[in-house]
C-alpha cells in the first residue's frame, strides 16, 4: 500500500506544506502491484501527526500489509508493530514526490480533477468525507463487469446504512452573513424613455 496526504484548498499565505492553515488535510492509501492500482480509500484527518495516520491506516489498511510512505517522521510510529513500513525521503532521493509514490498521486490527481470539475470546487469541509466515499465507490469498481452486481451493492448499503437526516446534510455554522449596507447614496440611472422617435415612414 502507498500511503500519502494531501490538501484540498487554494494559496495561503503562511506555512507552506504540512503546517498550513485554511486548506483540509486528508490521507489516501493504494493497493499496488506488478500489475498495476488496485483499491483506494481516501480519509479527511485532522492533522498529520502519528495518531491521525494510525488512526487513518487501521481503518482502511490490513494489519500486517507493506506499507510504502514518503519520508515523514510520524510514519514509523504510525506504523509500529502493525505494519511493514518502508519510508523514502523525497527530498534525498532527487526525484518528485509522484515518482516516489506513483500509485498515491495518480489517486489525489485523480479525485482532485473530478472535484475541481465535476463538482465545480463547491464542497464544503463538513461534506468532504461524503463525497471521497463516493469517489472511492466509483473507483473501486472502475473494473466490474457486472452492472447489477453495482447496483445490489449500491442498493444494500442504502439499506443498511444510517438515515441521512437534513440536519446531517446542511452546512451547519457556514450561512453568509447579509452584506453591509451601503455608505453612499446611489443615484437614479437616467431614464431610458426617449418619448416618440421621429419614424418618418410612420406618417
Do not use: C
Amino acid at each position: 500500500m502507498e500511503v500519502d496526504e494531501s490538501f484540498l484548498g487554494g494559496p495561503e499565505p503562511g506555512v507552506p506544506g504540512r503546517g498550513a492553515l485554511g486548506k483540509v488535510l486528508f490521507a489516501g492509501a493504494v493497493e499496488f502491484d506488478q500489475r498495476g492500482f488496485g483499491r483506494a480509500r481516501l480519509g479527511v484527518i485532522p492533522d498529520a501527526g502519528a495518531v491521525s495516520l494510525s488512526a487513518f491506516l487501521d481503518a482502511n489498511v490490513e494489519p500486517g500489509s507493506r506499507v510504502v510512505t514518503d519520508g515523514w517522521s510520524a510514519y514509523p510510529r504510525a506504523t509500529r508493530d502493525s505494519y511493514q513500513h518502508t519510508g523514502t525521503s523525497v527530498a534525498a532521493s532527487g526525484l518528485q514526490a509522484h515518482e516516489v509514490l506513483p500509485a498515491v498521486h495518480r489517486v489525489f490527481s485523480l479525485v482532485k480533477r473530478w472535484l475541481m470539475g465535476t463538482m465545480q470546487g463547491s464542497v464544503s469541509p463538513e461534506h468532504l468525507q461524503a463525497y471521497f466515499d463516493e469517489w472511492v465507490f466509483r473507483f473501486n469498481r472502475r473494473h466490474s463487469r457486472s452492472r447489477g452486481l453495482l447496483f445490489h451493492t449500491l442498493l444494500r448499503q442504502a439499506v443498511e446504512g444510517q438515515p441521512v437526516t437534513y440536519r446531517s446534510l446542511r452546512k451547519a455554522g457556514r450561512t453568509r452573513p447579509p452584506p453591509p449596507p451601503a455608505h453612499v447614496v446611489r443615484r437614479r440611472p437616467q431614464s431610458l424613455d426617449v418619448g416618440r422617435p421621429e419614424l418618418p415612414w410612420r406618417s
